[in-house]
């Protein structure tokens, strides 16, 4: 099972990640990223699937059943997400005010419910593991649609940007479902590592991982750059993913109460 790739973008603006019948097909997911030069115009319509459309950067009018609306993004790691959330054969039409880099992640759905532009208001970035593990894990994230935020859907989707040579996902933990993690660095050169299980692999810029259920699955970053993290869940039909599903490997819990140098 193959569980970490390094896409590129092909001649029509598009990378794919994630199939429901290439290698990665165990997160039983759609997921790809797209640019768009500037005034070039796309439309999305999935018969059978739920879609959510995260702006990464750039300037983007959104037009849906019932919604149009201009916003911009500078980055992911200096502003928060804008995510128009569509349930099954909706029509969304976007149109690139400038050059714009967007994720689409789609999975199968038949439940409907009222279409939702989630704005940086919705999901908020909050500060977390602020000093602990001698402060080496303080990162932000956010979460955009999860089982909470809409019990209909059958996705998670949230945003991590590590500091500088932090880690994520610490402690190292497990859940059931299936996983799947895009990374972005805030300079070209910039990378981390990414470890699956017992496997380890190097992060760089718009590499992902795609983890499978049961496995462990921290991240690091390197010194000297940001990491930006966009996390991908696919609801198992009778288990949906729940905040309190993550279940920490019970080697490193002593960590929780240990005193570092310093503190």
Same mark, same amino acid.
């Given at each position: 099972?193959? =569980?970490?790739?390094?896409?590129?973008?092909?001649?029509?603006?598009?990378?794919?990640?994630?199939?429901?019948?290439?290698?990665?097909?165990?997160?039983?997911?759609?997921?790809?990223?797209?640019?768009?030069?500037?005034?070039?115009?796309? $439309?999305?319509?999935?018969?059978?699937?739920?879609?959510?459309?995260?702006?990464?950067?750039?300037?983007?009018?959104?037009?849906? $059943?019932?919604?149009?609306?201009? =916003?911009?993004?500078?980055?992911?790691?200096?502003?928060?997400?804008?995510?128009?959330?569509?349930?099954?054969?909706?029509?969304?039409? +976007?149109?690139?005010?400038? @050059?714009?880099?967007?994720?689409?992640?789609?999975?199968?759905?038949?439940?409907?419910?009222?279409?939702?532009?989630?704005?940086? @208001?919705?999901?908020?970035?909050?500060?977390?593991?602020?000093?602990?593990?001698?402060?080496?894990?303080?990162?932000?994230?956010?979460?955009?649609?999860? /089982?909470?935020?809409?019990?209909?859907?059958?996705?998670?989707?949230?945003?991590?940007?590590?500091?500088?040579?932090?880690?994520?996902?610490?402690?190292?933990?497990?859940?059931?479902?299936?996983?799947?993690?895009?990374? @972005?660095? #805030?300079?070209?050169?910039?990378?981390?590592?990414?470890?699956?299980? #017992?496997?380890?692999?190097?992060?760089?810029?718009?590499?992902?991982?795609?983890?499978?259920?049961?496995? +462990? /699955?921290?991240?690091?970053?390197?010194?000297?750059?940001?990491?930006?993290?966009?996390?991908?869940?696919?609801?198992?039909?009778?288990?949906?993913?729940?905040?309190?599903?993550?279940?920490?490997?019970?080697?490193?819990?002593?960590? /929780?109460?240990?005193?570092?140098?310093?503190?």
């Amino acid at each position: 099972m193959k =569980v970490f790739g390094y896409p590129k973008y092909n001649k029509k603006g598009e990378m794919v990640l994630t199939t429901y019948t290439n290698e990665y097909k165990h997160m039983n997911m759609d997921i790809r990223l797209y640019t768009l030069k500037k005034g070039e115009v796309r $439309k999305f319509k999935k018969p059978t699937e739920e879609m959510a459309i995260l702006l990464l950067s750039g300037k983007l009018n959104f037009a849906w $059943k019932g919604g149009n609306k201009t =916003v911009s993004r500078k980055c992911v790691f200096c502003e928060g997400p804008w995510a128009l959330h569509v349930s099954k054969n909706e029509l969304v039409t +976007l149109k690139a005010i400038t @050059k714009t880099e967007i994720l689409v992640q789609c999975a199968k759905n038949n439940n409907t419910w009222k279409s939702k532009l989630y704005s940086p @208001k919705d999901a908020p970035f909050k500060y977390s593991c602020v000093g602990k593990f001698g402060n080496t894990a303080k990162r932000r994230l956010n979460t955009i649609i999860d /089982h909470d935020i809409n019990p209909k859907s059958h996705i998670v989707l949230g945003e991590i940007v590590n500091d500088r040579g932090n880690w994520s996902g610490y402690l190292p933990h497990r859940h059931p479902q299936p996983e799947c993690y895009l990374f @972005k660095f #805030d300079r070209p050169e910039g990378f981390g590592a990414s470890f699956v299980g #017992d496997q380890v692999f190097k992060s760089v810029n718009n590499s992902f991982s795609a983890i499978p259920g049961g496995e +462990l /699955h921290p991240q690091v970053c390197a010194p000297g750059f940001h990491m930006y993290t966009c996390w991908m869940i696919r609801h198992f039909d009778n288990k949906p993913w729940l905040q309190t599903d993550r279940n920490e490997d019970k080697r490193y819990l002593w960590l /929780h109460k240990a005193k570092f140098k310093g503190e």
